[in-house]
């Protein structure tokens, strides 16, 4: 399969470019931010997406949706990045759809229809410290009657405030580093015992933590099976690093572009900046990182796709370096843009903001190189 | 099965029957790299062996058409041939400057008789040439180029000289920028093709800090070049040299650069050791080489989506500038952590052990990656001009 898109993700791309510049540019987010909105996203656009057939990406065609892949999924969330769009587009579409691709058919009739139509909203509860440590979940799901009960804090969970239902991945045997014993779970959000806070984060985004004292689950709220969760997570997370490394790419871009553009336009010294060979080698280096993290991204896509045994490596190098290179461009844009680039109502900062979120979502740069050397077996 | 899978399978068959197993080993030192030519010798038997198996079959350059000695592949085909190459490791059988620069330059800008005498020979094995570039006073600055070709009727007189031509001394033909008209700077440069053995041509190699020789000191004291050894229209030199250099910036970031597959920091672990817990013992350094391994598989994709990319069509044509750049900053990057990983071992230059100082002396080597072909510093410029597009660059 040649490295680049082909014809039918080339019109994805097509269709999500010119929607998401139109409907949801920056000043889209601003907007959300600055009337406080408790959801941090616009559910009319939500709806929209759905319109579009963005929500059903990853939807299996017999469950109404497309049943394409995790190379479409990244064509939305570039665009999704290049105009830092708020959305529930990742943790639901892409992270909470690959969840329950696994599930039984009553779970995948439950929720499916209601994201494919934009109108269903997940939380992905997975963390639970600062750091991105999935191999370390330590909250506990005791067995109790005909099903189970949670218990434990969850953190970063994006939307979840604004969720219709949390996908909780959490202990029903072995310990805190093991792989075998964990169960992924999907829980409502009027469950009895849940508690939730959310919180702004520095991307204006929508962030909770989320107590569990002894919520009360049914078996039916198993996704795929008990004690065997890790082969689904393996896949939430594959597909939320993915994801998150084209949004990554997106917010670099658009980073970028942005400075190419004020390169061109900003005088000093009665020349314009952009003329100057101190800045011209910087912005060339960042355009040549770009392009390298941009084909990486589309590699570990790929290979996903094709069910690889080399994808889960290949993930990580993408979110690796796509997130190192979106810092470089986000850092680079600031700097570059001078005084202005300090100041709200330049588009910069807000890049700078995005990235700094999008670099932790799912394990940030070092998690992930040190996964490459784990995987590589050093 | 597809026809693809047929060829894939015919093709892993045929490579399992005709590579010898010497072949199959890494490559461990300069003379293990077959360039071939009037006056070359090979190493052993199964060099030779392999050379004449695959340029039996067109295979060194399998993507040109079959009447110039190729293997009349198609993309998919050649991509294929590559992969089954890399899965028993099979060595290139043939490095040549003729396949790699000359060649395309050939094929795009040559005459039908040109290809039909020149490029089989080269898919042969059996012409090396070398490239006449660099001047002492035009190395970034190219176009300045001094080298002057008087016309003499049915021939050049050729006077000059270049420098940094790579294995001068060990090539039977060089093509060679030569200034044909000094009037004008970049319309006044003809691409000329003409025999090392040719009166008046002389070579001195330049010892390098890596003690080695690769490149010469090359004089042209009244050579007499025919007319019908040009490439191209005389005096639009310019524009074949610019096309070539695209072919040689892709080459020096792959084969010379960053554009290998694996993990490095797999292979030093062997060299510095591991901990208990099976990684390698320095924290430290153990975190560089996963950052140098993130970037330099990355950039294995970037080669990829590049070569993908201009088969079809698509793809910047500045491209190959960014590539180069990258890929030779990731391979200085890869020999210094090679020096780091090896330590005291990989300082000793002399001796049996260091096959000779291997490592510091391709270390060495790498420094001139980003000099040579285009310095990091005028490719970034390329890029911020075509690419980037910014003002007066």
């Excluded at chain 2, 039977?172 to 044909?180: A, G, N, P, Q, S």
């Excluded at chain 2, 952590?337 to 052990?353: F, H, Q, V």
Aim: glycine fraction near 12%; charged fraction near 25%.
């Amino acid at each position: 399969m040649p490295l680049y898109l082909n014809d039918d993700q080339a019109m994805m791309q097509d269709s999500a470019r010119p929607f998401m510049a139109d409907e949801a540019p920056v000043a889209h987010l601003r907007e959300f931010r600055d009337k406080n909105c408790k959801d941090g996203f616009s559910h009319d656009l939500w709806r929209k997406f759905g319109e579009m057939g963005f929500t059903g990406i990853l939807v299996g065609e017999d469950d109404g949706g497309l049943g394409m892949g995790h190379v479409e999924a990244g064509v939305v969330m570039e665009e999704i990045g290049r105009n830092l769009t708020p959305s529930p587009f990742l943790g639901t579409a892409v992270a909470g759809v690959t969840a329950l691709n696994e599930a039984g058919s009553a779970l995948r009739e439950k929720y499916l229809p209601g994201i494919v139509a934009g109108e269903t909203v997940l939380g992905m509860a997975i963390d639970e410290g600062g750091k991105h440590r999935p191999e370390r979940i330590a909250m506990q799901a005791e067995r109790a009657g005909n099903g189970f009960k949670l218990s434990g804090r969850k953190q970063f969970v994006l939307q979840g405030g604004s969720a219709d239902a949390l996908i909780v991945a959490a202990r029903t045997g072995g310990a805190a580093g093991e792989t075998q014993g964990i169960t992924l779970f999907a829980v409502d959000k009027d469950a009895a015992n849940m508690r939730m806070e959310s919180a702004r984060l520095v991307d204006s985004a929508m962030a909770a933590h989320v107590d569990f004292d002894g919520v009360e689950v049914t078996a039916d709220a198993v996704v795929g099976e008990v004690d065997e969760g890790w082969t689904v997570l393996r896949k939430v997370l594959a597909a939320a690093r993915a994801g998150s490394a084209s949004e990554l790419i997106g917010v670099g871009t658009g980073a970028m572009d942005r400075t190419v553009t004020y390169l061109k336009e900003r005088k000093q010294f009665g020349r314009l900046i952009g003329e100057f060979q101190a800045l011209q080698h910087r912005a060339a280096h960042l355009y040549s990182e770009m392009e390298i993290a941009r084909a990486a991204v589309l590699k570990a896509q790929q290979l996903l796709d094709e069910g690889s045994d080399d994808a889960e490596l290949w993930v990580s190098i993408a979110k690796a370096k796509a997130g190192i290179t979106s810092d470089l461009a986000v850092r680079e844009g600031v700097q570059m843009h001078g005084g202005v680039g300090m100041t709200d109502e330049y588009d910069i900062g807000l890049f700078m903001k995005r990235d700094r979120a999008l670099a932790e979502y799912m394990g940030d740069a070092n998690y992930h190189a040190n996964r490459v050397a784990e995987l590589s077996g050093y | 099965m597809s026809d693809l899978d047929t060829f894939r399978a015919e093709t892993r068959a045929w490579l399992e029957a005709n590579c010898p197993p010497e072949m199959r080993q890494p490559v461990q030192s300069e003379d293990d790299i077959c360039w071939g030519g009037r006056n070359w010798t090979f190493k052993n038997e199964a060099q030779k062996q392999w050379l004449d198996a695959m340029a039996g079959r067109g295979w060194t350059v399998p993507d040109w058409p079959k009447d110039y000695g190729g293997g009349g592949l198609s993309p998919e085909e050649t991509k294929i041939l590559r992969q089954e190459m890399g899965r028993i490791n099979a060595r290139n059988p043939l490095n040549s400057f003729g396949i790699s620069m000359l060649g395309p330059a050939m094929l795009h800008f040559g005459t039908e008789e040109q290809k039909k005498h020149y490029l089989p020979p080269i898919a042969r094995g059996e012409v090396r040439w070398c490239q006449g570039y660099s001047e002492p006073g035009s190395g970034s600055d190219l176009v300045s180029l001094q080298t002057y070709g008087k016309d003499e009727g049915d021939h050049w007189v050729v006077n000059g000289q270049k420098v940094w031509t790579s294995y001068a001394d060990k090539a039977d033909w060089i093509f060679c920028l030569v200034r044909t008209d000094k009037e004008n700077k970049y319309q006044g440069i003809s691409f000329l093709l003409f025999d090392m053995e040719s009166d008046g041509v002389t070579t001195k190699p330049i010892k390098l800090i890596s003690g080695n020789s690769p490149f010469c000191e090359t004089f042209f004291d009244d050579v007499k070049v025919p007319k019908d050894q040009i490439v191209g229209k005389e005096n639009r030199g310019w524009d074949v040299a610019k096309y070539l250099l695209g072919h040689e910036r892709e080459m020096i970031s792959g084969t010379g650069g960053g554009d290998r597959a694996g993990s490095l920091g797999a292979v030093l672990a062997e060299t510095v050791g591991k901990d208990d817990a099976g990684k390698l013992d320095d924290p430290i350094l153990r975190a560089q080489l996963a950052m140098f391994d993130v970037d330099a598989l990355a950039f294995t994709a970037m080669s990829e989506r590049f070569t993908d990319e201009m088969k079809a069509g698509k793809g910047h044509p500045a491209q190959p500038n960014m590539l180069k750049y990258a890929g030779t900053e990731l391979n200085k990057r890869r020999h210094a952590l090679i020096m780091e990983a090896g330590g005291s071992d990989a300082l000793e230059w002399e001796s049996e052990r260091s096959n000779e100082g291997g490592r510091p002396r391709s270390w060495l080597r790498t420094k001139a990656n980003s000099i040579e072909g285009g310095t990091s510093e005028i490719m970034l410029n390329v890029v911020a001009k075509r690419i980037l597009e910014l003002p007066g660059a």
